[in-house]
């Protein structure tokens, strides 16, 4: 297939490229490399695949153009809603992106859009009976903020285009994501792993009991390929149902590196409007991808070095 990933430059968008194109399918990425880095796509562009990049922001003409010439049968968009700190600007241009996104893929009649969001920001606050959170809960829960407003009128928006335009989107509520090429300022797992790495003492914020369903990103990619044909006009949500709390992190990250285990780490103030207890069912994703998660966390946090 000739497919298009937007925020392929990024964590999670650039080992979904290495998976498309050992597959064989002919790939262009789309990223501004605000977050992402041409790092990222080193052992893709060495393996020799059909593989363009584009340096472009994804709400702009350039892109729409790009989608034009290349007529993809499917667009992959991981570059919407950055964490929490980006500010509500830049949430609401992540709907400015959406919206440009779908514009060209209707215009240039591409099959299907596949769409990732992060769970937390379409769940809210879920009650601790209701974890992990089914994909029919958003309902009944209160928005997290302008991030929980955008993500859930992303969704309304890809209904729209399906209900208009007979256009077919799957979107992927992704728990906590780690693994390899992850900024330190991308994820609890991964900032644990940089100061274990420089032997400096991570931060913890609040009572460290708050807890987060991790996944592993091979498992997360895995997803994102099998949503490329089935899952069509759902939210499926991609975790490990499990939780984890955030103080348990730290030991099994440190205990892979030497001289980590003894160090301490600091105690911060808990965050604004922090999410206390937080997983998310995959029964969905069992049914309509076919997929479940594989990767123990131990097994993937002793990956983050690979």
Known sequence: MNIVVVGGAGFIGSHLVDRLLAEAHVVDV?????????????????????????????????????IGTRRPELIYHLAL????????????????????????????????VVVALPASAIYGHPAAKALPVKEGEPAQLVARGVRGVVARAIIDLLVSY???????????????VYGPRQRPDGGVAAAFHHAASTATPPTID??????????FVDDAVDALVRSGDRGGGLVI????????????????????????EQIVPLTGSARPDELGRFAVSPIRARIHLAWSPWTDLADGLDRLDS
Do not use: Y
Not at 206 to 215: A, C, I, N
């Open 30 to 66: 789309i990223d501004n490399l605000s977050t992402g880095s041409l790092a990222n796509l080193a052992e893709a562009r060495a393996a020799g695949g059909a593989l363009k990049i584009h340096h472009l922001d994804a709400a702009t003409k350039e892109t729409e153009s790009s």
């Open 81 to 112: 809603l950055p964490r929490d700190a980006a500010g509500p600007q830049a949430h609401a241009q992540s709907f400015v992106s959406a919206v440009a996104i779908m514009e060209a893929a209707r215009r240039s009649g591409v099959a299907k």
């Open 162 to 176: 399906r209900d208009r335009h007979a256009m077919e989107f799957t979107v992927l509520a992704m728990s906590s």
């Open 206 to 215: 609040g009572s460290g009991r708050q807890t987060r369903d991790f996944l």
């Open 237 to 260: 949500n991609v975790g490990t149902g499990v939780q984890t709390p955030i103080a348990e992190l730290w030991p099994l990250i440190a205990r892979g590196v030497e001289g980590a």
